[in-house]
């Protein structure tokens, strides 16, 4: 227990010369008479101890003092607690599922189409492995695409959950869903992100609000330090509602970088150097474009290490940090000890009018 005031404390002092004035002798009125003999013969019957008794309305109103100088004090008992605040990265990462991505490539000394070096790769990018970090404090969402562009999994700060989703996503198994729909992918990764940045000011500002009226200093429970979209992909823009200079805008808009990536990769391995060719699709040009209007950056990946290698650049450039504040939180007990003092003082007034009265 702490208090808030403690040299109140050194009132208690004042307790000794108080309980020697209250029971110092001739402190009460002496009953006068003409002869006082008789008294020496009587004894000291029961009743007689109610006038020794008188003490304990002395000790009631003592304690009473010391115990109203202890709650002017302010006992408290508390407790430190610390908070952590992440200032992170939110970000999107869009990957292409058409069905040219069962294409083969070259990963880790054997040919693995390119859906699946993305995924892996992805996935220690994401929860850390084989040279990356892991991106355990950042908010990231998952949006594949093929004609179509899905939300596969909403922006979460947990790398299982996110990697679950990421392994169940597979290529377009239909003529009528495939395609590459690259501008409507980055239009909904885009406005995905300017939500979640909308979302997160208000819990801060809820959070801050409450930190004011509890009498402490806010901490926001996570700060935005960059909003960033990473597309993989292998084709050229081919359908879709959006063109690439109206999501360029949004991302600009919106303060978003675009990270893209252009995979590209051996199609087949056959018996003779005849069956080998090198397959690129992808349109580089507005893969670089897309990157230079944002901000961001262009790669290309024709292997795995490749690949790699462009998110170990990713987390070099997009970093997070966590920031953690200590305060403490202290319950009052004062009115413990004032109710205490009260039914001193009320104990004191019952006695004095009852057992202990005095007459005169």
Known sequence: MEFNSPLTLLLLILLIPAGWFLIRPGRYASLKYSYVGRFAELTVSGKGIKFYGRFVLVLCRLLCIGLIIIALARPQEGKKVSLSSTKGVIMQVVLDRSSSMNELMEYNGAAVSRIDTAKSVLKDFIKGGNGLSGRPNDLIGLISFARYADTNCPLVQSPEILTD???????????????????????????????????????????????????????????????????????????????????????RKWGIKIYTVGIGGNLRQGN??????????????????????????????????????????????????????????????YHDYGKAALGLLLLEIVLSSTIFRRIP
């Not at 996503?169 to 300017?194: K, V």
């Open 165 to 251: 989703f990421l392994g169940e996503i597979q290529t377009a198994s239909s003529q009528q869903e495939d395609g590459t729909a690259i501008s409507d992918a980055i239009a909904l990764a885009a406005a995905r992100l300017n939500k979640a940045e909308v979302e997160i000011q208000d819990r801060n500002d809820r959070l801050m609000a409450i930190a004011g009226n509890e009498g402490r200093e806010g901490q926001p429970e996570f700060e935005i330090s960059s909003k960033v979209v990473v597309l993989l992909t292998d084709g050229d823009q081919n359908c879709g509602e959006y063109n690439p200079p109206d999501a360029a805008e949004l991302a």
């Open 272 to 333: 003779s150097i005849f069956d080998m060719m090198r397959v690129n699709n992808f349109n580089e040009k507005l893969l670089q474009w897309f990157a230079s209007e944002t901000g961001g950056e262009y790669s290309r990946a024709d292997n795995g290490d490749e690949l790699r290698a462009m998110f170990e650049k990713i987390d070099k450039l997009e970093k997070s940090e966590i920031q953690s504040i200590s305060y403490d939180e202290y319950d009052e007990k």
